[in-house]
Nanobody
């Protein structure tokens, strides 16, 4: 069972930036697509972004496209989410997740396309 640990959350003003990191255990990180989800207060879990196993392809939900960038470093077993031009509506707990072996990271996923989840990191956008 892979373990995923997010870091990098915090409090930022509107228009600011944060970079989230997610470190994965194990030796098969480069075999799987990875994704980021978020859960805002009082709302359900929402897909944010995904990246293919080799990093060549990415996919974003419409609300973050052009502001957020997902990337990965397979040598470090880490996936990142660079968040720019943050808005108050981006406030949420952000989770990274590992795709199951069938998910490519190139299309809008179902929750069931991911088989391992981190504990989450809080991002608060407020002045």
């Amino acid at each position: 069972q892979v373990q995923l640990e997010e870091s990098g959350g915090g409090l930022v003003q509107p228009g600011g930036s944060l970079r989230l990191s997610c470190a994965a255990s194990g030796r098969t990180f480069s075999s799987y697509a990875m994704g980021w989800f978020r859960r805002a207060p009082g709302k359900g879990r929402e897909f944010v972004a995904a990246i293919s196993n080799n990093g060549a392809s990415t996919f974003y939900t419409v609300s973050v496209k052009g502001r957020f960038t997902i990337s990965r470093d397979n040598a470090k077993n880490t996936v990142y989410l660079q968040m720019n031009s943050l808005k108050p509506e981006d406030t949420a707990v952000y989770y990274c997740a590992r795709g199951n072996i069938a998910y490519s990271g190139t299309y809008y996923p179902r929750t069931a396309d991911f088989d391992s989840w981190g504990q989450g990191t809080q991002v608060t956008v407020s002045s």
